[in-house]
């Protein structure tokens, strides 16, 4: 069996919102911004990633169907019922750790202190806010106000979900 903490993701371009999401949750998650749907395949073997795609085609590759290549075929264009969908299928651990990975960049988030954000973030932030992670690739600051907020909901839905 394999750890539920191994699941890696590459997402097509088709489903880009599920990859967000797949991060917000904690799991990394590389976003495949159009191309060569063979370097998208190159890649999710290299580095064992599970396929995330709505193209049918794409399903019929010789890697996949083999089995060499794991793959979901997402069928709704709805995000919130795609992550349903991968949710179940892999009986995914949906309070896995969310909030650890940056969501532009997939990297994981580095805890800061307080002092450390101090000229990054803005003045009413900084005053009620203890929080804080900074992305290493983009420096984008992450703290538990309302954007993060927003976001728990979705997440914590899903977390019930599970249960
Ligand atoms: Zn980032």
């Known amino acids: 069996m394999r750890l539920i903490n191994a699941f890696k993701f590459i997402a097509d371009s088709n489903v880009g919102k599920l990859s967000k999401w797949l991060r917000m949750m904690g799991y990394d998650t590389l976003f495949f911004n159009g191309g060569d749907d063979s370097l ?15 193209d049918t085609r794409i399903m019929k590759r010789r890697v996949i169907t083999s089995g060499q290549l794991e793959a979901i075929l997402v069928r709704s264009d709805k995000p919130e019922l795609q992550m349903q969908q991968v949710i179940d299928t892999l009986n995914l651990d949906c309070s896995f750790r ?12 580095i805890e800061r202190s307080k002092q450390q954000v101090k000229d990054l973030v803005p003045p009413y932030v900084f005053q009620t806010q203890n929080q804080y992670m900074e992305c290493p690739a983009c420096h984008r600051i992450y703290w538990r106000g309302t954007h993060w907020q927003a976001m728990n909901k979705n997440v914590e839905k899903f977390i019930r979900s599970c249960q």
Do not use: D, G, V
């Open 40 to 54: 998208m395949i190159a890649t999710a073997l290299a580095e064992r990633r599970i396929l995330l795609t709505r």
């Open 98 to 109: 969310p909030f650890t990975i940056c969501l532009e960049c997939n990297q994981p988030l």
